[in-house]
């Protein structure tokens, strides 16, 4: 039976040098009372001090002061982050980037499905995912920074299996885990009933106990033995040492939002804005033409969960399925700190659950990111301009789903557009060029895409290009832009240029819904 204790006597369980886990996926899941109360300790006693931290997404809402690991953010707090993304929580990403912290990013499905064979004791994974990325050990082995390469851990082998190349993530020891859930009954069974996520605590927790170490669960609320809806159950009571009960709600992601969780649904006319007319607009109009009617899509964060918006808009949400490596299906998927997360969702299952789906080529089609591509068409999100980010589910997805989007503006750094009498107007052009003539940090493979027979473009404001044997082709431009002045001049390289180069479609850049249909 699990034991109530304080959030203090929780903190104090927390020792100098321990492995710790942490759930949350950005503002969701974070036990932000006992990660408070860590920092605090901290600050006071010096104390619990060069923790190894393993997190998927690491837990945060953008916000410097805010909420998940930004309140273990204290230089000597962590020594040693295993996770997957970092981008929700600054002053960590800040502190990877600047070699305070050594730093392991793998891919998100990757994480999981780690926990779990720890979990099981079994020695690690073995998957494609990664091949031939940053996570591949003849490029970085998961190794974001310099300090991390100077540690020497290596998290990651090749290894041959019936002469193919896989790549072995391997199991390591867990000391303790620190989740956030809605109830706990009084003998210690987990309920996520108010989370519009599953996320991979199930998997933690088992990858802490079954391993001897500690699973200490922060809930909101303590009830009855016996009340709980046993199908809202995920963790059993048998995985469970320590409950503690917050008060904390200062987290929006943490307080109870029915739309989110299937409890009603909600005209989505009136709580999903149709987006203004702007370059992301534009951008996720055009992803949103390449919908097919009943596809399941995923979609990622930014410009990407506008696509969202505007298949809402053009009224097309229910003949198609957006998802979510969270583990959702359905509905009207959200950005933001809130990103995780759907209005009016079909299904909420667990994030390696999801990736079951994904690893095994279940979508048809993601829209994703990129903050850098090269000629050969890969594409860098984990680690550009001096930030070190990490992949989340962008590996998974972007290497096994058969038609894959990359979308962002042409340039970056102080770009400024308006779409104006149905054309781009660029006031000011971007600092920065995303056409590199060689990317920072290979996050998806071009060469390997093209290997596997994968159907990729990149969509900007004022373009779009096509992935192509012989490199990147140039096949449509927008209304109002010049050729060698707006595009080609704007890259390192030069593209192929299609012989049917054409202007995208007027209806992309005019005011009010676009009259799509699938």
């Given at each position: 039976?699990?034991k109530?204790i304080?959030i203090s006597?929780a903190v104090d369980?927390i020792?100098d040098?321990?492995t710790?886990?942490?759930?949350?996926?950005?503002?969701?899941?974070s036990p932000?009372?006992?990660l408070?109360?860590i920092?605090?300790?901290f600050r006071?006693?010096?104390t619990p001090?060069?923790?190894?931290?393993?997190s998927?997404?690491?837990?945060?809402?953008?916000?410097e002061?805010?909420?998940?690991?930004?309140?273990?953010k204290d230089?000597g707090?962590?020594?040693?982050l295993?996770?997957?993304?970092?981008r929700?929580?600054?002053?960590?990403?800040?502190a990877v980037?600047?070699?305070k912290?050594?730093?392991?990013?793998m891919?998100?499905?990757?994480?999981?499905?780690l926990m779990?064979?720890?979990?099981?004791k079994r020695?690690?994974i073995l998957?494609?995912?990664?091949?031939?990325?940053?996570?591949?050990?003849?490029q970085e082995?998961?190794?974001?920074?310099?300090?991390?390469?100077e540690q020497?851990?290596?998290?990651?082998?090749?290894?041959?299996?019936?002469?193919?190349?896989?790549?072995?993530?391997?199991?390591?020891?867990?000391d303790?885990?620190?989740?956030?859930a809605?109830?706990?009954?009084?003998?210690?069974?987990?309920?996520?009933?108010d989370?519009p996520i599953?996320g991979?605590?199930?998997?933690?927790?088992?990858a802490?106990h079954?391993?001897g170490?500690?699973?200490?669960?922060?809930?909101?609320?303590?009830?009855?033995a016996?009340?709980?809806?046993?199908?809202q159950?995920?963790?059993?009571?048998?995985?469970?040492?320590?409950?503690?009960?917050?008060?904390?709600?200062?987290?929006?992601?943490l307080a109870?939002?029915?739309s989110?969780?299937?409890?009603?649904?909600?005209p989505?006319?009136?709580?999903?804005?149709?987006l203004a007319?702007?370059?992301k607009?534009v951008?996720?109009r055009r992803?949103?033409m390449e919908?097919q009617?009943?596809?399941?899509?995923?979609?990622?964060?930014?410009?990407?969960?506008?696509?969202?918006n505007?298949?809402?808009?053009?009224g097309?949400?229910?003949q198609?399925?957006?998802?979510l490596?969270?583990?959702?299906?359905?509905?009207v998927?959200?950005?933001?700190?809130?990103f995780?997360?759907?209005v009016?969702?079909d299904?909420?299952?667990?994030s390696?659950?999801?990736?079951?789906?994904?690893?095994?080529?279940?979508l048809?089609?993601t829209?994703?990111g990129g903050?850098e591509?090269d000629?050969?068409?890969?594409v860098?999100?984990?680690k550009?301009?001096g930030r070190?980010?990490?992949?989340g589910?962008?590996?998974?997805i972007?290497?096994?789903?058969?038609?894959?989007?990359?979308?962002g503006t042409f340039?970056?750094?102080?770009?400024?557009e308006e779409?104006?009498?149905?054309?781009l107007?660029i006031l000011?052009?971007?600092r920065s060029?995303?056409f590199?003539?060689?990317?920072?940090?290979i996050?998806?493979?071009g060469?390997y895409a093209?290997?596997s027979?994968?159907d990729?473009t990149?969509?900007?404001?004022?373009?779009v290009?096509?992935?192509?044997?012989?490199?990147?082709?140039?096949?449509e431009?927008?209304?109002?832009?010049e050729?060698e002045q707006?595009?080609l001049a704007?890259?390192?390289f030069?593209?192929?240029?299609s012989?049917?180069l054409?202007?995208?479609d007027?209806?992309?850049f005019?005011?009010?819904?676009m009259?799509?249909?699938l």
């Amino acid at each position: 039976m699990a034991k109530i204790i304080s959030i203090s006597e929780a903190v104090d369980l927390i020792h100098d040098g321990m492995t710790v886990g942490v759930s949350g996926f950005g503002a969701f899941a974070s036990p932000d009372s006992i990660l408070e109360g860590i920092g605090k300790k901290f600050r006071k006693q010096n104390t619990p001090k060069k923790l190894t931290i393993v997190s998927g997404v690491a837990p945060g809402d953008f916000v410097e002061d805010g909420c998940g690991m930004s309140k273990i953010k204290d230089d000597g707090i962590i020594d040693t982050l295993i996770a997957s993304h970092l981008r929700m929580s600054p002053p960590i990403g800040r502190a990877v980037s600047e070699n305070k912290i050594a730093a392991y990013t793998m891919p998100l499905g990757v994480y999981g499905q780690l926990m779990a064979a720890i979990g099981g004791k079994r020695p690690g994974i073995l998957t494609h995912v990664g091949l031939y990325t940053y996570a591949d050990p003849r490029q970085e082995g998961c190794k974001i920074n310099d300090r991390a390469k100077e540690q020497g851990r290596e998290i990651v082998e090749l290894v041959k299996v019936d002469g193919k190349d896989y790549l072995f993530y391997k199991a390591f020891h867990i000391d303790a885990c620190i989740l956030h859930a809605s109830y706990a009954d009084e003998l210690g069974n987990i309920s996520l009933q108010d989370e519009p996520i599953r996320g991979e605590l199930l998997e933690l927790a088992a990858a802490v106990h079954n391993n001897g170490g500690t699973v200490i669960v922060e809930v909101k609320n303590i009830v009855k033995a016996g009340s709980l809806d046993p199908r809202q159950v995920l963790i059993h009571k048998s995985y469970v040492d320590y409950l503690v009960k917050t008060e904390k709600e200062d987290n929006i992601a943490l307080a109870y939002s029915p739309s989110l969780i299937g409890d009603i649904r909600v005209p989505t006319e009136g709580s999903v804005k149709p987006l203004a007319l702007s370059y992301k607009k534009v951008i996720t109009r055009r992803a949103v033409m390449e919908l097919q009617k009943g596809s399941l899509v995923n979609l990622g964060i930014g410009i990407p969960a506008g696509v969202a918006n505007v298949a809402n808009e053009e009224g097309l949400s229910e003949q198609v399925t957006l998802s979510l490596e969270t583990g959702i299906y359905g509905g009207v998927p959200l950005d933001g700190p809130l990103f995780g997360a759907s209005v009016n969702p079909d299904s909420i299952t667990r994030s390696s659950d999801m990736f079951t789906t994904y690893d095994g080529g279940g979508l048809d089609m993601t829209v994703l990111g990129g903050a850098e591509i090269d000629p050969c068409g890969n594409v860098n999100v984990s680690k550009f301009s001096g930030r070190c980010v990490g992949p989340g589910g962008f590996i998974n997805i972007s290497q096994n789903t058969k038609r894959v989007f990359f979308t962002g503006t042409f340039t970056a750094g102080g770009l400024k557009e308006e779409v104006r009498d149905g054309r781009l107007v660029i006031l000011q052009e971007g600092r920065s060029k995303k056409f590199r003539r060689q990317v920072e940090q290979i996050t998806f493979s071009g060469d390997y895409a093209v290997k596997s027979g994968q159907d990729v473009t990149f969509l900007t404001e004022r373009a779009v290009l096509k992935l192509t044997p012989d490199g990147l082709m140039l096949t449509e431009i927008a209304p109002g832009v010049e050729l060698e002045q707006d595009i080609l001049a704007q890259m390192e390289f030069r593209p192929l240029i299609s012989p049917e180069l054409r202007e995208m479609d007027h209806r992309i850049f005019q005011a009010g819904p676009m009259g799509l249909t699938l």
